[in-house]
């Protein structure tokens, strides 16, 4: 907390001594906090496909399948791998959301106060 509190306190001055507006620089220190939170949202998909891995292997260990499966086959690994594109999408949306906070609104704002 106050590594940030001295970050926004050099902005600050910096800022007032080329005077620029106080809103620019709160923007681009919310825009590049925000999309630092934004990149927490890949902590869940991780969890989540490492446990959804973890159990395919336990149910592929157990050679769990119907008759009808062809014996090279097993069940489980196309529903695993759907699942698994599915609880990644959610990290991808929090890395586009990151990207376009810190590409389209913090730089182009960051280039003003430079």
Do not use: D, H, W
């Amino acid at each position: 907390m106050e590594v940030l509190q001295v970050f926004v306190e050099g902005l600050i001055e910096k800022t007032m001594g080329l005077g620029i507006e106080m809103g620019v620089v709160i923007v681009v220190v919310s825009a590049i906090l925000s999309a630092g939170i934004a990149m927490i949202c890949g902590i869940g998909p991780a969890i989540g496909a490492g446990y959804a891995a973890g159990k395919a292997v336990e149910v592929s260990a157990k050679r769990v399948r119907p008759k009808c499966m062809p014996k090279g086959r097993n069940p489980i690994i196309a529903p695993f791998f759907l699942g698994s594109a599915a609880a990644q999408t959610t990290g991808i949306y929090g890395l586009l959301i990151a990207l376009i906070l810190i590409f389209v609104i913090a730089l182009p704002l960051l280039g003003k106060l430079m």
